[in-house]
Nanobody
Framework: QVQLVESGGGLVQAGGSLKLSCAAS????????MGWFRQAPGKEREFVAG????????RYADSVKGRFSVYGDRAKSAMYLQMNNLKPEDTAVYFC???????????????????WGQGTQVTVSS
């Protein structure tokens, strides 16, 4: 099993920045890819950004390209999301997810991920 814990959420004004962190523990050697998803009230959980350790590749949702940056440290089993120029529509609970895979592609599909954190709230005020 893998346990994921997110941190770094909070309240920020539009145009501000936040950095989210995700720490993994347990059978971390089984993790080949990690991702960030978010869920706003009344909406489906959606992919935000992710990283594939096998390929060293990253992927972003169109809505965050140019504003968010995902990076991590496989040796430390940690992943981060630097969020700049935040907008009110970025308000959501942000979840960290992880999976074992032979693929070199960063999956945007929720069901592809095996492990999930509890989430951290990000609120952007206008």
């Amino acid at each position: 099993q893998v346990q994921l814990v997110e941190s770094g959420g909070g309240l920020v004004q539009a145009g501000g920045s936040l950095k989210l962190s995700c720490a993994a523990s347990g059978r971390t050697f089984s993790i080949d890819a990690m991702g960030w998803f978010r869920q706003a009230p009344g909406k489906e959980r959606e992919f935000v950004a992710g990283i594939n350790w096998r390929a060293g590749s990253t992927r972003y949702a169109d809505s965050v390209k140019g504003r968010f940056s995902v990076y991590g440290d496989r040796a430390k089993s940690a992943m981060y999301l630097q969020m700049n120029n935040l907008k009110p529509e970025d308000t959501a609970v942000y979840f960290c997810a992880a999976r074992g895979t032979t693929s070199v592609v960063v999956s945007t599909t929720r069901s592809d991920y095996d492990y999930w954190g509890q989430g951290t709230q990000v609120t952007v005020s206008s």
